[in-house]
């Protein structure tokens, strides 16, 4: 038996008055999703404990297993692992977003998705620049950066980016302590971006600068169980965002690099399929295979967007993997969104959200529930603890 857990980053969504009333995962057409629907279990999940954010990262690490209350200390020193940024035990690390920003308004938490190779450049000089013995900038994809603090503090209350797009930033600013410190670094940066030839480039081409950092999600290193010990399978994590590397790194599940896969919604979808096949073919015996695309249409409230990525991961992703699997084993396959985020909120939504279990060898009995939010009102399996869902998948 092989096992694939496909999450399909913020799917979940509310009704639209621009969709007669119908989700973006109920307007789009799926019918992979539908045909595995009848044969398999549907229910719904809660991803992180009642009362914590559902951010991406605790949604997460809910999902392979984990508690967050008992492991959770922050997404940033996540992150870190993906890099492989050195973390002694009492050093902090800060998500460090390039976003654009006027000094007033947040404008645009991903700097309209820059560029790896634009915003390396712009990241290395807020290094050479900011940066000094205790404090270091490391690029990463995109719009997510990294930046380390040696003997750092993290008792500080910070903002998502992403939370308050459109929104003055004077509200969300760090608060806490050395609060001082971390707000002039993020304004030396505006002031050391806005007029750097990549940024005037990007205006002059009608895009939107990365010009200043945004630190938020701080912590320290995780200690987390290994996952063969915990579970006793051999796998694999395949995501374009180094949260999720981080997250599979920090576990010992080995990261695959799909080429073309970029977080966004022209991410490869079809090699995704095509690797996680592969290593399960050549000897694993499970693949998390995480896709970030839908969540950055819900931040973006693009519907259209959100739509085409759901079609997507349906048409290249799930189809292709379980015609795949039948000439090579057994499959169990869990599809399940770590959290909502809706098009009308542009953020993370608290609550539970819908998953499918399927087996190829076993069809589901019981009625039929849509996979889609009407789960919510109608399937009967409820779980609230989601770190069961990942031994509901491997359970015999």
């Known amino acids: 038996m092989k096992y694939i857990l496909l999450v399909p980053d913020g799917m979940a969504d509310l009704p639209l008055g621009e969709l007669d009333g119908q989700t973006p995962w109920q307007a789009a057409k799926t019918p992979n999703f539908d045909r595995l629907a009848k044969d398999s279990l549907v229910g719904t999940v809660l991803t992180v404990p009642s009362g914590m954010y559902p951010g991406s990262d605790a949604c997460n690490m809910t999902l392979m297993g984990y508690d967050p209350k008992r492991y959770y200390t922050g997404r940033g020193p996540i992150e870190a692992a993906a890099m492989d940024v050195p973390l002694e035990a009492h050093d902090a690390a800060y998500r460090c977003s390039l976003v654009t920003c006027d000094g007033t308004t947040m404008i645009d938490y991903s700097s309209e998705h820059i560029s790896t190779e634009e915003s390396r450049v712009l990241i290395e000089l807020v290094d050479k620049k900011l940066g000094n013995s205790r404090v270091k900038f490391y690029p990463g994809v995109s719009y997510r950066h990294i930046m380390a603090w040696r003997d750092g503090v993290v008792d500080v209350k910070t903002t998502p980016p992403h939370d308050i797009t459109a929104q003055p930033i004077a509200g969300y600013l760090p608060q806490g302590d050395q609060d001082d410190y971390l707000r002039q670094l993020m304004f030396d940066s505006l002031e050391l971006l806005s007029d ?19 630190l938020w999600g701080q912590g320290y290193a995780p200690n987390l169980p290994s996952f063969f010990r915990t579970f006793g399978k051999r796998g694999a994590v395949i995501t374009a965002v180094d949260l999720l ?17 970029t977080g966004y919604i022209d991410t490869n979808y079809a090699a995704k399929a095509a690797y996680a096949v592969e290593a399960l073919r050549s000897g694993l015996d499970f693949v998390f295979v995480h896709i970030e695309a839908p969540d950055e249409a819900g931040h973006e409230g693009n519907i259209d967007h959100k739509i085409g990525a759901i079609q997507d991961i349906d048409r290249q992703v799930v189809g292709p993997v379980v015609e795949a699997m039948r000439k090579v084993d057994d499959l169990r396959l869990v599809i399940v969104p770590d959290h909502a985020t809706p098009i009308s909120l542009k953020t993370h939504k608290e609550g539970p959200v819908p998953f499918l279990l399927y087996d190829s060898t076993s069809a589901h009995r019981g009625a039929a529930v849509p996979f889609d939010e ?13 770190t069961e869902l990942i031994r509901h998948l491997f359970a015999k």
């Open 245 to 261: 590397r981080g997250l599979g790194k920090s576990v010992g599940l080995q990261v695959i690099n799909v080429p073309g896969a």
């Open 374 to 386: 009407r789960a919510m009102g109608e399937a009967k399996t409820q779980i609230e603890d989601g």
């Open 196 to 214: 750097h030839p990549i940024n005037q480039r990007r205006i002059d081409q009608g895009k939107r600068p990365g010009n200043m950092i945004w």
